[in-house]
């Protein structure tokens, strides 16, 4: 059983930078893909990266040029690097993980939270204006 576990959330005012870290006990599959979503009150859970297998990344077009996916392998770490924090930003953050689009080494197209069968517990951003 894969288990996720987030940290490094916090508070912090807007324009400040974080970094979670997503620890893993074991990848889902030689080939995979892993993700960050996030959730805030009373709105759907959205993907902001991915990370494939192949290395490949993917960001939500809120995030792009801000936030950073990256991975450790010899730690089997998945990390989000958070620069220029906005309000809007706040939210609870979720590690995820599942196997890689069909035969491909990389993240699918269509990054539904469903598609991902493992995930973290969250860990909690705060950005204050």
């Known amino acids: 059983q894969v288990q996720l576990v987030e940290s490094g959330g916090g508070s912090v005012q807007s324009g400040g930078s974080l970094r979670l870290s997503c620890a893993l006990s074991?990848?889902?599959?030689?080939?995979?893909?892993m993700a960050w979503f996030r959730q805030a009150p009373g709105k759907e859970r959205e993907w902001v990266a991915v990370f494939g297998s192949d290395r490949s990344t993917r960001y939500a077009e809120s995030v792009e040029g801000r936030f950073t996916i990256s991975q450790d392998n010899a730690k089997n770490t998945l990390y989000l690097q958070m620069n220029n924090l906005k309000p809007e930003d706040t939210s609870m953050y979720y590690c995820?993980?599942?196997?890689?689009?069909?035969?491909?080494?990389?993240?699918?197209?269509?990054?539904?939270?469903?598609?991902?069968?493992?995930w973290g517990q969250g860990t909690q951003v705060t950005v204050s204006s």
């Open positions: 074991e990848y889902p599959d030689s080939a995979y893909c």
């Open positions: 995820a993980a599942g196997r890689a689009y069909r035969w491909y080494r990389t993240c699918p197209p269509d990054l539904a939270p469903l598609y991902f069968r493992y």
